[in-house]
């Protein structure tokens, strides 16, 4: 009867949202084990094809899916049209975590460009500490051995 009440509790959160924590799952539904809890019925519940969702074991998080809208087109409920619909779910966390760690590598590829544009040994080394752009008076010089260097006493 216990396990039916919080079924029945955790099917009108889907109805109500999209996304809620574990923490206010438990909170709402009234499982007085916390988040632990609500995630080990939330997987029961997703097994079973009662309910679409996933869980963001990271922040906490559960997206909850529509098993009315993954069983369209005359799937039967349990019948795997509910677990088409989690495993989308599923993909598109993967999606976001991935497009946030590349955004992550994004930030960090440009905090780098940024330091070392400032650092003076790289810009001795590329030859771009002296007047435009190049040094000791070879604006276009890599080095000295290079013999495509121009100064400014080839330029007559």
Same mark, same amino acid.
């Given at each position: 009867?216990?396990?039916?009440?919080?079924?029945?509790?955790?099917?009108?959160?889907?109805?109500?949202?999209?996304?809620?924590? !574990? +923490?206010?799952?438990?909170?709402?539904?009234?499982?007085?084990?916390?988040?632990?809890?609500?995630?080990?019925? !939330?997987?029961?519940?997703?097994?079973?094809?009662?309910?679409? +969702?996933?869980?963001?074991?990271? $922040?906490?998080? &559960?997206? @909850?899916?529509?098993?009315? %809208?993954?069983?369209?087109? $005359?799937?039967?409920? $349990?019948?795997?049209?509910?677990? %088409?619909?989690?495993? %989308?779910?599923?993909? %598109?966390?993967?999606?976001?975590?991935?497009?946030?760690?590349? &955004?992550?590598?994004?930030?960090?590829?440009?905090?780098?460009?940024?330091?070392?544009?400032?650092?003076?040994?790289?810009?001795?080394?590329?030859?771009?500490?002296?007047? @435009?752009?190049?040094?000791?008076?070879?604006?276009?010089?890599? $080095?000295?051995?290079?013999?495509?260097?121009?100064?400014?006493?080839?330029?007559?």
């Amino acid at each position: 009867m216990v396990v039916a009440l919080t079924e029945r509790r955790l099917q009108r959160l889907t109805e109500c949202y999209l996304t809620l924590s !574990l +923490a206010d799952i438990a909170t709402q539904v009234g499982l007085s084990g916390g988040a632990p809890a609500a995630q080990e019925a !939330l997987v029961a519940m997703v097994r079973k094809g009662s309910i679409a +969702a996933t869980i963001d074991q990271r $922040g906490g998080m &559960v997206r @909850f899916a529509d098993v009315g %809208a993954a069983n369209a087109g $005359g799937d039967e409920p $349990g019948s795997g049209g509910a677990s %088409a619909a989690a495993e %989308a779910l599923a993909t %598109a966390a993967r999606l976001e975590e991935a497009i946030a760690g590349v &955004v992550g590598l994004a930030q960090r590829v440009e905090a780098l460009d940024v330091a070392m544009s400032k650092n003076p040994t790289y810009l001795r080394h590329k030859g771009l500490d002296g007047r @435009f752009g190049g040094s000791a008076g070879a604006p276009f010089s890599e $080095g000295p051995d290079d013999e495509f260097a121009f100064g400014y006493e080839n330029m007559s």
